[in-house]
């Protein structure tokens, strides 16, 4: 196992965790919860947004 593959295999699991995050702050906590799942859920973004890139590169460099 690579570098890269480790690389996506931590932005792929920092995608999930903020997935999850943003719903479970949704779920509970009223106003406060939805500005905090707001933030979780751009985090999510970037993080798919890393991952789509970090496999990109693996396939090119593959």
Not at 24 to 39: I, K, L, P, R
Not at 48 to 59: F, G, N, R
Request: hydrophobic share 65%; charged share 5%.
């Amino acid at each position: 196992m690579n570098a890269l593959t480790i690389l996506i295999i931590l932005a792929l699991a920092a995608t999930i965790f903020s997935l999850v995050a943003g719903v479970s702050a949704m779920a509970t906590h009223g106003e406060v919860g939805h500005h905090s799942s707001n933030d979780w859920m751009f985090r999510r973004v970037g993080f798919q947004a890393l991952t789509v890139v970090l496999l990109v590169l693996a396939m090119i460099v593959g």
